[in-house]
């Protein structure tokens, strides 16, 4: 039997089904809900239990200490209510990107392969309308014959065409149909906007931006708002791939830094094979050594969970406050996700 939670910001109650989490079903039901990796990995849809009663899943000591749990905080992503409770998000009104969600159908525009195993798909809306999104959100993309998943948008808010940078899995039924079956015209539905790691307009502090492979999606849309918009100060963007073979929209960047003096784009070669012309070593090895003090910084983050697991305290040893640290995990939907299991890059 379900459980009714009220949620407080919105001042709605939710039905939360049997072994269903207070952000699944919030999610739902149409609420913006402020939340990241969705895995208990993160912290950003940390949240007070005002009243009633809560299981919490498995989750890592960065997003959720035991003293703020025995403080009654709790991630709405791994709480799934025992009893009837009201809960409430931590964090400014900025925490939270207000767009609605809409389900919409569209169709396929244009397909290219970025890398050996990442797909650019680019996607327009049947109503002909721009996505309303935050830069660094996602949507659920839904393909015919194979089943939803979470992608993040790599364009520009207000842009017609919503890209995409789609990674193939093995044996991934929907990554795929779009590396070996998807084609120019195919229908799709796409539902959105979702996620909280995403730019925050007001600061105007230094930006750490770090991807790692298809993470470049999120961090796309974030660096190229960012300097569309006029921001004028320190913008650093780090990229780790395994190989050269792994790197694109490397001229891209260097382009965007050529005109953009506060831009700097570092790719970084984790399994490099002889001499290359780019800097070699962990993603977060390369950030150590070059910024060894982020107090003040705004960090952006996107890419697989072995990497953002190892990034979390680095960062925070460095004097990045919790707050100012936005994370978007990349994960496989299909199992039930154990922060300390590896898991698959799926966006």
Request: hydrophobic share 40%; with cysteine.
């Amino acid at each position: 039997m379900g459980k009714s939670v009220k949620i407080r910001q919105v001042g709605r109650e939710i039905e939360v089904a049997q072994e269903r989490t207070i952000l699944e079903a919030a999610l739902a039901q149409g609420i913006a809900y402020p939340h990241g990796c969705r895995s208990g990995r993160c912290g950003s849809c940390k949240s007070r239990l005002i009243e009633g009663e809560v299981d919490l899943l498995p989750h890592t000591p960065f997003a959720l200490t035991p003293e703020e749990r025995n403080l009654g905080l709790i991630l709405a992503c791994r709480a799934q209510p025992k009893t009837d409770a009201t809960v409430a998000w931590l964090g400014k009104d900025e925490e939270r990107a207000d767009h609605p969600v809409h389900a919409m159908q569209a169709q396929v525009t244009a397909l290219d392969d970025a890398t050996h195993d990442i797909k650019r798909v680019r996607i327009e809306l049947e109503s002909g309308l721009p996505l309303s999104f935050s830069a660094g959100q996602y949507a659920q993309l839904s393909f015919p014959g194979a089943p939803t998943r979470d992608y993040s948008m790599a364009n520009q808010p207000g842009e017609r065409e919503l890209e995409f940078h789609i990674r193939r899995i093995p044996n991934g039924a929907a990554s795929e149909l779009v590396a070996t079956r998807l084609a120019v015209g195919d229908k799709v539905t796409v539902r959105g906007p979702f996620g909280s790691a995403f730019l925050r307009h007001r600061h105007t502090g230094p930006i750490l931006a770090i991807a790692g492979g298809s993470g470049m999606a999120p961090m796309k849309s974030i660096v190229d708002t960012a300097l569309s918009h006029g921001f004028r100060q320190p913008i650093h963007f780090y990229f780790g791939v395994r190989q050269e073979r792994d790197l694109y929209l490397v001229d891209h960047f260097q382009t965007l830094c050529e005109r953009n003096p506060n831009l700097t784009f570092i790719p970084v070669l984790s399994q490099a094979e002889g001499s290359v012309g780019y800097r070699t070593g962990t993603v977060i090895q390369a950030i150590a050594e070059d910024l060894p003090d982020l107090d003040g910084w705004q960090t952006y983050m996107a890419g697989p969970p072995a990497m953002t697991d190892a990034a979390m305290p680095i960062l925070l040893d460095s004097r990045l406050r919790q707050d100012d640290l936005h994370v978007d995990v990349f994960f496989t939907p299909e199992t039930t996700v154990r922060p300390e299991q590896e898991l698959e890059d799926v966006k």
